[in-house]
């Protein structure tokens, strides 16, 4: 089955730190540049970060550069998103995805694959 799984969203305290995976099954990765999106309540989604299909190039939104960092491990077909120095505006569902072309990474409707989401509450 072709599939994303996010896992790891919790519920930390402001200031604390998480890490958050993606794992890939029935695709691999590696053909993929994979994305980190975020849905807050009453919000659009946005895009969080973004690595290139070998790790080469990456990008974060402005909001989040210092304190998450975007990764992958093609031989374990997973992608990851560290969290540190957490702040309450973080609070949404994450969602990872795969796109073919990096020109796409910010246009959802040219994404092969979403997964269902984790969420992530930051609060004390």
């Known amino acids: 089955q072709v599939q994303l799984v996010e896992s790891g969203g919790d519920l930390v305290q402001p200031g604390g730190s998480l890490r958050i995976s993606c794992a890939a099954s029935?695709?691999?990765?590696?053909?993929?540049?994979m994305t980190w999106f975020r849905q807050a309540p009453g919000k659009e989604r946005e895009l969080v970060a973004a690595i290139e299909n070998y790790g080469a190039g990456r990008t974060h939104v402005d909001s989040v550069k210092g304190r998450f960092t975007i990764a992958r491990d093609n031989a374990k077909n997973t992608v990851y998103l560290q969290m540190n120095s957490l702040k309450p505006e973080d609070t949404a569902v994450y969602y990872c995805g795969a796109v073919a072309k990096w020109s796409d990474i910010r246009t959802m409707e040219k994404y092969y694959l979403w997964g269902p989401g984790t969420q992530v509450t930051v609060s004390s």
């Open positions: 029935g695709f691999t990765i590696k053909t993929y540049h």
